[in-house]
Nanobody
Framework: QVQLVESGGGLVQPGGSLRLSCAAS????????MSWYRQAPGKEREFVAG???????RYEDFVKGRFTVSRDNAKYTVYLQMNSLKPEDTAVYYC?????????WGQGTQVTVSS
């Protein structure tokens, strides 16, 4: 079955960096787009970045120039490099795949940006 496991979250000071990873299994990874979302306390889950087949990427405006999404098809893993982090980036970050007409989500990883 499809599994997505995020890792790499933690506590970081404003201006710092983190690299999130999402290890995937159970579907043909290289032929599917992958997305990162986040959900802050009391807010709806929102799209952050995505990477398609052929490494075409898309970002929400609030992370452009700070976050970079990438993938390693050999490792079935998608990454989110987050630089210049701000307190408003504090959230649980999730990866997602659309496969066989269903959305699959990981369990999420907490990112806290605070001094």
């Amino acid at each position: 079955q499809v599994q997505l496991v995020e890792s790499g979250g933690g506590l970081v000071q404003p201006g710092g960096s983190l690299r999130l990873s999402c290890a995937a299994s159970g579907f043909p990874f290289s032929s599917h787009a992958m997305s990162w979302y986040r959900q802050a306390p009391g807010k709806e889950r929102e799209f952050v970045a995505g990477i398609g087949v052929g490494d075409v990427t898309r970002y929400e405006d609030f992370v452009k120039g700070r976050f970079t999404v990438s993938r390693d098809n050999a490792k079935y893993t998608v990454y989110l490099q987050m630089n210049s982090l701000k307190p408003e980036d504090t959230a649980v970050y999730y990866c997602k795949v659309w496969y066989n007409e269903e959305h699959y989500w990981g369990q999420g990883t907490q990112v806290t940006v605070s001094s």
